[in-house]
C-alpha cells in the first residue's frame, strides 16, 4: 500500500498549499528571459500576482510589458525561466507533456485579439470543436454547443462562417468556443482590441457576467481603460513588473472611461448630423 501511494505522489502533480485555495492564480517571483543568439530579453522581472476564484482581473500596460507573457504562463503555453505558476491549486511546473494539454484543454480557455477562429467551418462547428478532445459523444457534443449560442445571444448565427459574422459576433463565438469544456479560468488578450466601442462594450458586459453570474475566474490583458468599468481590479505592468494600484487608480480609470465613451457618443451624433444634413442638401439641390 506503501509503495502505491508514494507510486501516485510521483505520478501526480503537486499542489500550492494544503487544502482547499481561493486564490484560483498564483505568480510567485515570476522571472521570463527569452533568449535569441546572444541577446536576452527580460520580459517579466520577479512579478508577484493573486487572483481569487471567480475575480475579473483587467492587466494594463504599454505594448511589450509582458502582458501576453503573464497569460502565457499563467495558461501552461510558456514556462518561467524562474518562479512558479500555481493554478486551481496545482504547481504548473510539477506538469508532465500530457498533463499539460488536459490542463490547456479543461482549466483555461484562451480568447484572442483576432478570434481564431476556422474560416471553414461553421460558427456551432467552430464552438463544437474543442469539445472533440474531451471524448463527449456526437450528441453531448451538439447540445453543449447549443448552451453556449444561446449564451452569447447567438443561437440563430450558429450555421453561419466567420465571414458572415460582424467582428462583435466573432469574438462572442471564440468565447463560446473558449468555454466549451468547462474551464473555471478564462484568459482573454486584448479581446476588444479589433471592435468598434459598442461591440467591445458588449464583450465586456459578456466577460462580467461569466464572472459574475457563473463564478468564472477573468483576466484580461488589453490597452481599452473602459475594463475599468467592468472589472473586479485593474493592475498595471510596466517593465515586466506590476505597479502599485490603490483604490484611486481604478475610479481615475474609470472616469477616463466614461469621458472617451461621452466623446465617441458626440463623434457618432455629430456624424449622423453630417449625413443629415448631406441628405437634406442633395434633396433641396433636385427641387
Known amino acids: 500500500m506503501t509503495e502505491m501511494k508514494m507510486e501516485r505522489e510521483r505520478d501526480e502533480p503537486r499542489t500550492g498549499a494544503e487544502g482547499p485555495d481561493k486564490a484560483a492564480v498564483k505568480v510567485n517571483d515570476a522571472i521570463k528571459i527569452y533568449k535569441t543568439g546572444e541577446l536576452e530579453v527580460v520580459a517579466l522581472r520577479g512579478l508577484n500576482l493573486e487572483v481569487s476564484k471567480g475575480e475579473f482581473v483587467a492587466i494594463m500596460g504599454p505594448s511589450g510589458c509582458g502582458k501576453t507573457t503573464l497569460l502565457n504562463l499563467i495558461g501552461g503555453m510558456d514556462r518561467p525561466t524562474v518562479g512558479s505558476i500555481i493554478v486551481n491549486n ?27 477562429l476556422l474560416p471553414e467551418l461553421t460558427a456551432r462547428e467552430n464552438v463544437e470543436l474543442p469539445t472533440r478532445i474531451s471524448n463527449l459523444g456526437r450528441k453531448e457534443r451538439e447540445t453543449r454547443a447549443q448552451e453556449l449560442l444561446e449564451l452569447v445571444d447567438l443561437e440563430e448565427r450558429g450555421a453561419h462562417k ?34 468598434d466601442s459598442e461591440a467591445g462594450a458588449g464583450i465586456l ?25 467592468y472589472a473586479d481590479r485593474v493592475l498595471r505592468i510596466l517593465d515586466g513588473e506590476i505597479l ?17 465613451e461621452e466623446i465617441e457618443q458626440l463623434r457618432n451624433r455629430v456624424s449622423e448630423l453630417t449625413d443629415t444634413l448631406t441628405r437634406i442638401r442633395q434633396s433641396l439641390a433636385k427641387t
Open 90 to 116: 496545482t504547481d504548473l511546473s510539477e506538469l508532465d507533456t500530457d498533463q499539460a494539454c488536459d490542463f490547456r484543454a479543461n482549466t483555461v480557455g484562451f480568447v484572442f485579439q483576432f478570434f481564431n
Open 162 to 195: 466567420p465571414s458572415q459574422l460582424s467582428g462583435g459576433e466573432q469574438q462572442r463565438i471564440a468565447i463560446a468556443a473558449a468555454l466549451a469544456n468547462h474551464p473555471p479560468i478564462l484568459l482573454a488578450d486584448e479581446p476588444t482590441g479589433e471592435l
Open 205 to 229: 458586459d459578456l466577460l462580467r457576467k461569466l464572472s459574475k453570474e457563473e463564478g468564472r475566474t477573468i483576466i484580461v490583458a488589453t490597452h481599452d481603460i473602459r475594463v475599468a468599468r
Open 244 to 260: 502599485t494600484q490603490g483604490p484611486e487608480d481604478l475610479t481615475r480609470l474609470s472616469q477616463e472611461a466614461s469621458q472617451r
